[in-house]
């Protein structure tokens, strides 16, 4: 048994050393090295024959450093292949050999492929009878292919015509080959264009100028009376007009001094304006909001005597000055892409690996992108595409990359995409997404995502998710890309059209933000602060309804449309001049708020997701922690648009995607971008903004932070703050908690039978009336009023 073990070992020890490619590079080593030596000593010369003179060849020169065989050899290439390009030949075998040698002979095949057509052309371009070299000197070095092709392209063309067709032919093929390389060549030539214009308008304008200098002259005497008596004509109106818009300023003026204020709002010291802005008092739009709270949060119906202000936007003379893309960091030099050898020789790395399992196929098309390249394989007939997703473990060994992504099939094709991560990857920069796109006439909330596999930008539109949710593992990208759509916005908007609630419970991503005028409130770190500013932007989105269906529009940008028209009055019956701007909620973090706050965060993100896109409210959700007791149900129901950045496990994709893919992203701001609407997702490289960049934009809107004021979630209902109208079982709850004397939530909820979520706001409220302290951790808050107040009260009020 042992020794058949043995013979079996020994005799395949044997079939792989014969069968190893070493060998075989060891011999294409030699007879390399022999063709060159034996080339060196040239042979005989084979092209006197076609002239009819010299003497007769001798073909096996044992004087050749290769012996007779060497000389053969010499005069049978060099007769084919020409003086020149026989000493390619050499180098080619030892290429060959060097490369079995190292283990790399894929390069070889798409080498060949491309020195064939090279070869034709310059062979025939050289043996061109009366060409550059004169006599037998041209089929000397083109060869007998290139002096026969010679030939017949003169035969069919004559002498002129087949010299330009076979030098189209050779820069073609030359220009094909080497067009990574040639991308100077059109823009040089389009500057010696350009400077021959420049020169050529010189000189016109030297010798015309005798002739423009006397029509000058006769010119001024002919038409100057009437050039004078058209320019005080054009005076007289222009001074009228100046006249006019003078005495309109004056009016608006007396107009904003003169402006009753009411008798409930408080005088505030007014802001010392900067020199970049001249801001003046702006009108406050207000409106019947409110909500009267039921049990249930989510059937809350709003009461018609409360009131919900709109944040005031104080109007600047001068027109903002939105911040430039000079303020970004400029994209690095570009590095140097793939070459069209180094993409072929992957391709067919790639076909012969998925051929060795079995898996037949052709790569049809490579698309190198800035971090990924995409090979389309095309499988073979009765070839499953599950075949070919099952060896993406076994390419990525192949290929030496970290991970393989499959598109199977690509939407409208034929093929898988094969996504393999370049070995260089270039960093996408937010200013050179910028400006490869067109901003002027997108929407207001269109924003740039970064480039997708190709190298094409991504451009998206909020207003139309209407909602975002983003995910994905620490360091992944998921705060690089918050602070990407931030400033994108802030290039974009001013305050009058975009305002921002920035939520940020980890303290540290955003609060470079703070001071400019688009934020509503500072950023918001305390989790409670947040539900309370969440439920103000729930009550904003009541009002706004309110008035939209009373002006009979169905949503934002035809009420703005109708504002912008005058169509949109007052109480007082004045044209509103104040457009509705854009909210945007951005929460950084909602694991931790959603651990803290449990289900009372829940209710609001739920009811601005269902109902805020029509009165312009949008949410953008990050979170760190994909799970679902962070994602639930309600809320990914409600948000459909999601991006994912890499993630550890399969099942934080499910949770995020509804899919795998996830997992198997490269980090660094590469992303799957799900739309609204489709099955599959988009792979994204996001786009770079590093914190300077942030804070130099950031800068820039705080020279204007007197245009806007902040909020306050602490107002009563008349001041339009976040509560939204009295509970009519407020007075109810102050009885219970005098008369127990604690200041308990949980003891609301009992007595009143009640909600966690209504039990705080009476407690909120009972704060505001001065009934009960303040919050003071887990006991009970202290109770300010004794029952024999209460008594006197209610003895009072009757």
């Known amino acids: 048994m042992s020794g058949r073990k043995s013979k079996k070992a020994s005799s395949t020890s044997r079939g792989r050393w014969f069968e190893s490619p070493w060998l075989s590079g060891i011999l294409l080593v030699a007879v390399g090295l022999y063709l060159g030596l034996s080339i060196s ?69 798409p080498l060949l492929l491309r020195l064939l057509p090279l070869w034709l052309a310059s062979a025939a371009w050289i043996a061109q009878p009366e060409g550059m070299f004169s006599g037998s000197a041209g089929a000397r070095f083109g060869g007998l292919a290139g002096y026969y ?80 008596a058209r320019s005080m004509a054009e005076k007289r109106p222009a001074r009228r007009d100046a006249e006019i818009q003078a005495v309109e300023e004056a009016q608006a003026l007396r107009q904003v001094h003169l402006e009753p204020v009411p008798a409930n709002a408080q005088r505030e010291p007014k802001p010392v304006p900067k020199p970049q802005v001249d801001a003046a008092p702006a009108e406050v739009l207000a409106g019947a909001a409110g909500s009267a709270e039921t049990d249930d949060y989510f059937a809350a119906e709003p009461a018609r005597d409360a009131r919900v202000v709109q944040p005031p936007l104080k109007r600047p003379r001068g027109k903002v000055r939105l911040p430039g893309v000079e303020l970004l960091t400029p994209a690095g030099p570009d590095m140097q892409p793939p070459s069209r050898l180094e993409l072929d020789a992957a391709a067919d790395l790639l076909e012969s690996t998925l051929h060795s399992f079995g898996v037949e196929g052709e790569v049809k098309d490579v698309r190198p992108g800035p971090v990924v390249t995409t090979f389309e394989y095309q499988p073979g007939s009765g070839i499953r595409v599950n075949q070919i997703v099952q060896r993406a473990d076994d390419l990525a060994l192949a290929m030496r990359a970290r991970s393989i992504r499959m598109e199977a099939p690509i939407p409208g094709k034929a093929a898988v995409g094969i996504e393999i991560p370049n070995a260089k990857p270039r960093m996408v920069r937010l200013r050179e997404v910028l400006e490869k796109t067109d901003q002027s006439a997108a929407p207001p909330l269109s924003v740039v995502l970064g480039k997708n596999v190709v190298g094409r930008p991504v451009s998206v539109d909020l207003a139309s998710l209407p909602h975002l949710l983003v995910a994905g593992s620490t360091g992944s990208g998921k705060s690089v890309c918050l602070n990407s759509l931030i400033c994108n916005l802030l290039l974009r908007n001013d305050p009058s059209r975009l305002r921002m609630l920035l939520i940020d419970p980890k303290m540290l991503e955003m609060n470079v933000y703070n001071g400019i005028p688009h934020l509503l409130l500072p950023v918001v770190t305390d989790p409670r602060e947040s539900l309370k500013a969440l439920q103000w932007l729930v009550a904003q989105m009541e009002y706004r309804y309110r008035n939209l269906a009373k002006w009979s529009v169905r949503n934002i940008i035809q009420y703005n449309t109708k504002v912008e028209a005058g169509e949109i009055t007052d109480k007082d019956g004045e044209p509103v001049t104040e457009v509705m701007p854009y909210y945007l909620a951005i ?26 896109r029509a009165v312009g409210i949008h949410l953008i959700l990050a979170t760190q922690r994909p799970s679902v007791d962070v994602l639930t149900g309600v809320i990914k129901a409600n948000i459909p648009c999601r991006i994912a950045f890499r993630v550890i496990q399969k099942n934080d994709s499910r949770t995020i995607l509804d899919m795998n893919g996830a997992e198997q992203l490269l980090g660094h701001g590469d992303m799957l971008y799900l739309q609204p609407g489709r099955a599959l997702p988009v792979r994204v490289h996001g786009s770079f903004i590093d914190v300077d960049e942030c804070e130099a934009i950031a800068a820039h809107w705080r020279n204007y932070d007197n245009l806007t004021e902040e909020i306050s979630l602490q107002e009563n209902p008349a001041g339009g703050g976040m509560v939204t109208g009295q509970d009519d079982l407020f007075e109810d709850a102050k009885k219970i908690v005098v008369l127990h004397q604690s200041g308990s939530t949980s003891l609301l909820q009992r007595r009143l039978r009640i909600g966690y979520t209504r039990a705080g706001r009476l407690m909120d409220m009972l704060e505001e009336a001065g009934v009960v302290g303040p919050f003071t951790g ?15 009260e209610e003895e009072g009020r009757a």
């Open 149 to 228: 092709l010679s030939r017949g392209f003169h035969a069919l063309f004559g002498l002129w015509g087949a010299r330009i067709f076979l030098t189209v032919i050779l820069l073609v093929v030359v220009g094909v080959l080497m067009r990574s390389r040639l991308g100077w060549v059109p823009a040089f030539l389009a500057s010696l264009w350009d400077r021959w214009l420049e020169a050529m308008g010189a000189v016109a304008a030297v010798v015309l100028w005798p002739f423009r200098a006397l029509g000058s002259v006769l010119s001024t005497v002919i038409r100057a009376p009437g050039r004078a």
């Open 587 to 612: 929460v950084d973090e909602l694991a931790d708020l959603m651990l803290q706050m449990g289900g009372e965060m829940e209710g609001p993100i739920t009811r601005l997701a269902q109902k805020a």
């Open 41 to 109: 000593g040239g042979g005989a010369p084979w092209w006197t024959a076609l002239t009819g003179g010299g003497d007769r060849l001798t073909l096996m020169d044992p004087g050749n450093p290769g012996g007779p065989v060497g000389s053969l050899l010499t005069v049978t290439l060099s007769a084919v292949f020409g003086g020149l390009w026989v000493w390619v030949l050499p180098a080619l075998v030892l290429a060959a050999g060097i490369g079995l040698l190292v283990r790399r002979p894929e390069f070889l095949k």
């Open 778 to 792: 887990s006991k009970a808050r202290d109770v300010l009023i004794k029952p024999e107040d209460l008594d006197i």
